[in-house]
DNA sequence: TATCCAAGGTAAGTT
DNA sequence: AACTTACCTTGGATA
């Protein structure tokens, strides 16, 4: 095993580990205790959280189990990591440790709602998210609490996902098209995924035969990404968004939620424009542009935390 | 204890 | 194209 530490002083602007892996906007990240991200930064924040990634082209070979946490505060503490390779390519990679966020929150529009929400999670940085597994997660999220989104994607590790080893203890990677594609509508119902059992098994069919693969987005402009990825069954304008956003890098993806809907109708009203796509452009356009989907995250968390 | 309700929407069928 | 409706499941609210 390896393991070493990244300073967060030597980022570009501050790191919240927490508020990034639990803000709701990725599922592949697995608090060690076991927690299931219920309560909302109520816990110590120096927890252990766990993730096996796939292979990336051009950083691994292999799959790979990662431990991370933070010691510290979100301006000069320590990311402390064990994997079983150096794994702070990949910690940057996940974690978009490579963005600037100083220069991100300089580009963002002066709202009083951004600044508080800027404010309370301070640090907070969107994931670069493996895209299958995103995909999926992201279909199973419909109709949905967060919470229970977490307790879909662990039954579907433990249940199809291939075991690997770190310092004796084991974690499971999440399930490949093949193996979901292999399951019948009814075995996955049995993990509680209801409605979305035959959406989450007819993608990763798609995705087996080579018919299509989400990653082909990422080289599209925006709308026609998000055009795009909707070929997959399950996945409407909103989850396309949050594929492209938290997966496919595309940060000026505003996915219109209900929370972000309640928001528009509250504080911006002159941007519900009726339709997703003329509303999706309104509320971009006011939340900056280029990394509105930054903004959008950060409210998104605000508000479900109780903030107003 | 029983019933009701809403949760990060989408697909399919009607106008 | 815009508008309705059904859809699994379950924790928490309400009676």
Redesign the pocket.
Known sequence: MERGAIDVRALDGPFDLQATVE????YLWNRADGGTY?TLHAHGGDEWYETVVDPIPGLTTERVPIRVRQEGGVDDGTLQWESSTDAVPLLEHLLRLDDDLDAILDATPDLPLLERAYDAYEGMRLTRDPVFPCLIS??C?????????HGMQRRLRETYGDVVELDGAQYHAFPTPDQLAERTESEL??L????????VQRTAEMIASREAHPAEAADLPYEEARESL?R?????????D?VLL?SLGFLEAV?L?????TTIEEYYPDCDR???AATSRAIRDRLGGEYAGYA??YV??YL?AGGE
């Open positions: 803000s709701g906007q990725s219920e992201f279909i999220s419909a109709q949905m609490r967060v919470a229970r989104i119902r049995e509680s995924l209801g409605y979305r059992a035959p959406y909707t997959f069954v399950g996945v409407g304008d909103k989850v396309a949050c938290f996915p939620d209900t929370w972000i809907r009726g339709s997703y959008q995250t998104f968390y479900r």
